[in-house]
């Protein structure tokens, strides 16, 4: 007769008994990161402490800003400070370097202000700046124009972050328009955006878009 075996009397099987396998709870994910809102250039604008000043309409006949092939050209701006230019004069002579630098960066202000203006998007639809060439109207023997330009290049850089790099040319000459002491040009990089005939304008200053 076969013989039985006892659970637990160490028969064919062993004898070991079976014993359930204690699983660890498996381990709670952690939470998502949360998604940081890439800030817009409106609130950017307002973090660094900048007011953007109102724009004055062209006096003779051009257009503040152009925009052709995804480039925005941005006419020379000069100091406004309200309907008078800050800090009129030749450098040196009549205007301090620390002056003409805050005159450098009014010009920024004035070009972003036109920028946010002409654009439909406004500065949000700024891609990087390109390129800037400044004016300084100098005294004789005054050689510092790129520190002058410098104060608007590290604005550009404040604003934009990396993408406010850009080529530049800084230049000395005898006279600028309304006796002002800086005079900057600017050339900015627009993003991909929907056809001219598949958006609107914003009210203002028209923009200027020829394509060939």
């Known amino acids: 007769m076969a013989r039985e075996d006892k659970p637990g009397s160490g028969g064919r099987s062993g004898g070991k008994r079976f014993k359930p396998e204690h699983r660890r709870p498996a381990a709670s994910k952690p939470p998502p990161a949360p998604v940081i809102e890439q800030p817009t250039m409106r609130r950017r ?8 000043p109102d724009v004055k309409p062209p006096a003779y006949h051009y257009v503040p ?3 052709h092939g995804g480039i925005a050209y941005v006419s020379g701006q000069l100091p406004w400070q309200g309907d008078v230019i800050a800090h009129a ?15 450098a960066r009014r010009c920024v202000l004035q070009a972003l202000a036109w920028l946010n203006q002409s654009l439909t998007g406004g500065l949000d639809e700024v891609e ?14 005054f050689d510092q124009q790129p520190k002058v330009i410098d104060a608007a290049s590290e604005m550009l850089i404040k604003v934009f972050g990396p993408a406010g790099h850009h080529a530049r040319s800084a230049l000395g000459v005898a006279e600028l328009p309304r006796n002002a002491p800086v ?6 990089a627009i993003k991909r955006r929907p056809n001219i005939a598949q958006r609107q304008r914003r009210p203002g200053f028209p923009v200027v878009e020829t394509r060939f």
């Open 183 to 188: 005079e900057i040009e600017f050339t900015f």
């Open 89 to 103: 004069g030749k450098v040196e002579r009549d205007v301090t370097l620390e002056q003409a630098e805050e005159a």
């Open 45 to 52: 604008l307002a973090l660094l402490g900048l007011r953007l």
């Open 65 to 67: 800003v152009v925009v």
């Open 128 to 141: 990087r700046a390109l390129r800037v060439t400044g004016y300084v109207a100098s005294s004789p023997g």
